[in-house]
């Protein structure tokens, strides 16, 4: 049978500050799209978007939005998803959804192409794209777990405030000019505008990205654990993470130690491994300070790695950082990947 | 024999951003001082410094700077440590000395009141002031330690600019305004002034902090390491680090994993004990949002600790927060707290 042109394709929050990069991204991908529908909440429907040139008005997304729809990148909150992917399902779309409304759903494959593609063959139509914490991690873990064996991990981050959305960023500016000015700014959104309590992130760190578990982790540490788990199909990785936001726009590091099954590895082979990796770039040349950093990766589908180092004390046990644009490939791009490796599969005809 | 009224206290450096705090310090703490001597390099020598009340000129360091003199606290670079804290010594005064120079010295105590004050009694004439990033680690696993026992330690560190001096912190807040304002700004100071590359620090995040050794690791990791286990009597701890600059100006903070050699230890354990622990704060309540963050640290001279919690694969590791003031229990703090012990020893006479 021969490929289809194009394909009909929805973007369910394509207002939003990930919706914007996925339509984006779908652009500069040169996407076999057919017909591009872009939905959205009632309240920013109308809202004109232009993709490829051509002018495209925002409609409200309602559960009948999805007729002849092949594709669905869902990216407005959980709540939508909950509530329409069923339907886009029901009229025969894949759903690709970049909320956590599934991710954990024993049904739903919860996949970053360069891990784990072929668990795309058994959706039930929808698809999950993971946090974009998780994501930059298991996208430099994997080629060390196919080489060398992977037994556990403990991670802590430096994330930037766009995972926490438009406003979020807005308030980082905002507040980093009154700071500067000696202005008063009160704080509204960060670090969880559904929390209790607001603090400056302006020239500070916080330890808290999404709400507290009872067990003393937040929500956003639990699903880096969960979620690579489940990626990698190792249900017994050992992995901890501590979440920790910062005055970083865009652009999520990693401090990851991590040990391998194997004896004797030295950091050069992994570099050399990591070198060669899919959607891996190597940055790692102290000599000269080549390190990656978030600064350097906005714009980028890659992540990087580097400052690759075995432990002084534990033979297996390696330390890395890795640094990925968050809307991308902690997002957009991820989304747009799994689209894309549904159509070279033959999953979407 | 009669303790004396006060000390011929003198500090070199004074004009910098650690020296000032010294003073401040010294102040606050009402230290008994009978005489102050204020000394700096000849660029600085002039300066007017006010005390309690009155006003001191900076001299000019040099070798005779030192007569009479009984506590001389250094914080002017490792190499004025290197040529001038000798002379002092000869003069019969005790150094505390703020720079590495002297830290992995076997003959030099380094010390940390909390963890290991009983140190002091082994001076050579020579007292070294632990790095910033080592002393609020130490002073928060120290009790663990002493409790449950301690196998090993993985850092990460979130680190402020203010660790590199008085020109770094202009540096951050000049460049955040000007990429605020949509100007240009040429790094010229962090990571590293002497090192051949500069990169933005304002919304970034900068894995180096000091130069890199040969084996991939940064000396600032080194130190956090090797100082660890000096301060702890711990050769055999295991310890691994990786440091990172953050736009802050002025707190770092620390996320620890860490092993006790206790079985079934639980996370409420470790808060009670750090709870009474001296010069720790414990600021761990995930239900209202508490957690200790660097914008909260500054200007105060405790170890702040959150976030503890059990790991979730490992009976015996464990997860926490550490925050404070750099400038003060990581540098001038310390450094006058250690001169406090001095005499509180009998020491200093």
């Known amino acids: 049978m021969e490929q289809k042109k194009g394909f009909h394709v929805a973007v369910v929050g394509a207002t939003g500050a990930v919706g914007q990069q996925i339509i984006q991204t779908l652009e500069n991908r040169d996407f076999p799209i057919s ?47 909950q509530e329409l992917a069923p339907h886009a399902v029901e009229h025969g779309a894949i759903v690709v959804d970049n909320t956590s409304a599934f991710r954990m759903d024993p049904n739903v494959p919860l996949v970053v192409p360069e891990v784990n593609e072929d668990d795309l063959h058994s959706h039930n139509g929808i698809i999950a794209n993971p946090n974009c914490s998780t994501i930059q991690m298991v996208v430099a873990l994997k080629p060390v777990k196919e080489k060398y064996g992977l037994k556990k991990v403990i991670v802590s981050t430096y994330q930037a405030v766009s ?16 700071i500067i000015n000696n202005e008063e700014y009160e704080p509204a959104i960060l670090p969880v505008k559904s929390d209790k309590k607001h603090y400056q992130i302006a020239f500070n760190a916080i330890p808290q990205i999404d709400k507290f578990q009872d067990n003393g982790y937040t929500f956003e540490e639990m699903k880096m654990i969960n979620e690579t788990k489940k990626i990698m199909h190792m249900p017994e990785l050992q992995v901890a993470a501590t979440c920790v936001r910062l005055p970083v726009a865009t652009g999520h590091s990693e401090s990851l130690y991590f040990e391998v099954e194997t004896d004797s590895v030295n950091a050069n082979e992994i570099k050399s491994l990591l070198e060669n990796a899919p959607g891996v770039v190597l940055q790692d040349d102290p000599d000269n300070q080549i390190y990656p950093m978030p600064a350097d990766c906005v714009g980028k589908n890659d992540v990087f790695v580097g400052r690759i180092r075995k432990d002084l004390d534990e033979d297996k046990g390696f330390h890395m950082w890795v640094v990925s644009d968050n809307l991308l490939k902690g997002a957009a791009w991820n989304s747009v990947q799994i689209a894309e490796s549904l159509i070279k599969l033959g999953i979407v005809k």
């Open 35 to 81: 017909e591009l529908t872009l939905l959205s909440s009632a309240r920013s429907a109308g809202s004109k978007v232009t993709f490829n040139g051509q002018e495209y008005t925002v409609q409200e997304a309602n559960p009948e939005s999805f007729k002849d729809v092949d594709i669905a990148l869902f990216s407005a909150g959980g709540s939508v998803s």
């Open 163 to 178: 995972g926490s959305g438009a406003a979020a960023v807005q308030e980082l500016n905002e507040q980093t000019k009154a």
